[in-house]
């Protein structure tokens, strides 16, 4: 796969003023980067996890007013849609790139899915790296270290607020040096969603 990473233009995209002008840049610039990742990606997070996945690209269709402050790639176990999925994303902010297993909002099995973590909890301690982040809401670029994360209250936010989203993975700077070097970020993106699968696979039990 040629893919050559991300360039510092593809970050100034989300400075652009304008819902139109910035998403023709984004159409432009971002879009067939994401395209190829998700073509990449869909065949080797169905190898690590086990079910067949399928990549959507983000439309923002809905938008009439207000420009997207991110966009990204979203790789689920459906061809019709993955919000209401656990699932993988690649995605950029104007700060970062991301890089998270995700279970936001629409999903039905948040609750169950939250019950398996705060069982497994030990479990997800110890398997996730210091240097990973979580989040609650997908829509916002700040996220707390593992290190720092309490994750009892993230867990039991997830399984009783109606609103509640759970995402863990990583950011890396839109200055990092492997943001340029598609091979380098290729190698990094995989190793992080080796390192995600097991929370995927801890939903299996509940979205089967």
Not at 19 to 48: V, Y
Request: overall charge neutral.
């Amino acid at each position: 796969m040629s893919f050559t990473g991300f360039t510092q233009e593809d970050f100034d995209v989300f400075i652009i003023e304008g819902l139109e002008p910035r998403m023709d840049q984004l159409k432009e610039k971002i879009r067939p980067k994401l395209e190829a990742l998700g073509h990449h990606f869909a065949p080797t997070l169905s190898s690590l996890v086990g079910d067949e996945m399928f990549y959507h690209v983000a439309k923002h269709a809905r938008r009439k007013v207000n420009p997207p402050k991110d966009t990204w790639v979203a790789i689920a176990n459906s061809n019709r849609g993955y919000k209401m999925l656990p699932h993988f994303q690649i995605g950029l902010f104007e700060t970062h790139l991301f890089v998270w297993f995700a279970v936001i909002y629409e999903c039905p099995i948040k609750q169950q899915f939250a019950e398996q973590l705060l069982s497994e909890i030990k479990n997800v301690q110890q398997q996730i790296p210091d240097h990973f982040v979580w989040s609650g809401d997908h829509t916002k670029p700040e996220a707390t270290s593992h290190r720092e994360a309490d994750l009892q209250a993230l867990f039991e936010r997830l399984r009783d607020v109606k609103k509640a989203e759970i995402l863990c993975g990583i950011h890396i700077d839109r200055n990092d040096p492997v943001i340029s070097d598609g091979e380098k970020l290729i190698q990094k993106i995989n190793k992080t969603f080796t390192t995600l699968s097991p929370l995927y696979r801890l939903t299996t039990p509940v979205h089967k």
